[in-house]
């Protein structure tokens, strides 16, 4: 049995990604942890940001579009499914979809404790290099 996805998209999500993908290419996500546009999920082209020993992969969404989340705030949601979902609003000037007139945004839930236990043993999620 394969431990439960840490990251999971909606299907607004993964429509608006799909059309990003088309205008940009591959894509990736950040999540910062950071206050305001900085606690919202970020998407750039592929490679754009660069990410380091303090970036833990979360894992992929929509096919093969990596998402990372900053160490620290890893530790704060360890304990917790991601899900991205798109909002109406404008979201963070760097984003991708900030000119599309909404935004990415982090919905969370809790693991049950036997998730907690499948992802335990699974070990940790890669981090960057």
């Given at each position: ?26 894509l990736m996500f950040h999540q910062s942890g950071g206050c305001c546009d900085g606690s919202a999920p970020m998407c750039f082209p592929l490679g754009e940001f660069r990410t380091g020993g303090q970036d ?74």
């Amino acid at each position: 049995m394969s431990p439960p996805s840490r990251v999971l998209t909606t299907p607004e999500a993964d429509a608006l990604i799909a059309r990003l993908t088309a205008r940009h290419g591959p894509l990736m996500f950040h999540q910062s942890g950071g206050c305001c546009d900085g606690s919202a999920p970020m998407c750039f082209p592929l490679g754009e940001f660069r990410t380091g020993g303090q970036d833990v992969l979360l894992g992929h969404v929509a096919g093969d579009v990596p998402v990372w989340i900053g160490a620290a705030q890893f530790e704060y949601w360890r304990h917790t499914q991601v899900t991205i979902d798109v909002v109406p609003g404008r979201g963070a000037g760097m984003s991708l979809e900030s000119p599309e007139g909404v935004r990415f945004i982090v919905r969370s839930r809790v693991f049950s404790d036997a998730e907690a236990a499948e992802l335990a043993t699974a070990g940790e999620p890669p981090r960057g290099g």
